[in-house]
């Protein structure tokens, strides 16, 4: 079965960075896609980033020109490096894998961006 281990969240001022690791296990087959959901307290899902095998990304437009998502195809691992952190980026951060046309999910990591 697929497993996915997030890592790198924690408290940061804002102005400040984080690098956020997501490692799927369990598998032979490369993730077609990965990539990071977020969500606050009292606020909808949003989509940050993904990555597909072939290295296309997309992202959010709150998060464009501040996060950088990258990936290690040999070890179905995702990076994501998020610079310039501002208070409204505070959420739990969930990563994801599909594989096999089937999606894994993370158990999730806290950022939290406060002075």
Known sequence: QVQLVESGG????????????CAASGTRFSATAMGWH????GKQRELVA??????????????????????????????LQM???????????????DVISKRYWGQGTQVTVSS
């Open 50 to 79: 993904t990555i597909t095998i072939g290295g296309s990304t997309n992202y959010a437009d709150s998060v464009k020109g501040r996060f950088t998502i990258d990936r290690d195809n040999a070890k179905n691992t995702v990076y």
């Open 83 to 97: 610079n310039s952190l501002k208070p409204e980026d505070t959420a739990v951060y969930y990563c994801f894998a």
């Open 38 to 41: 977020r969500q606050a307290p």
């Open 10 to 21: 924690g408290l940061v001022q804002p102005g400040g960075s984080l690098r956020l690791s």
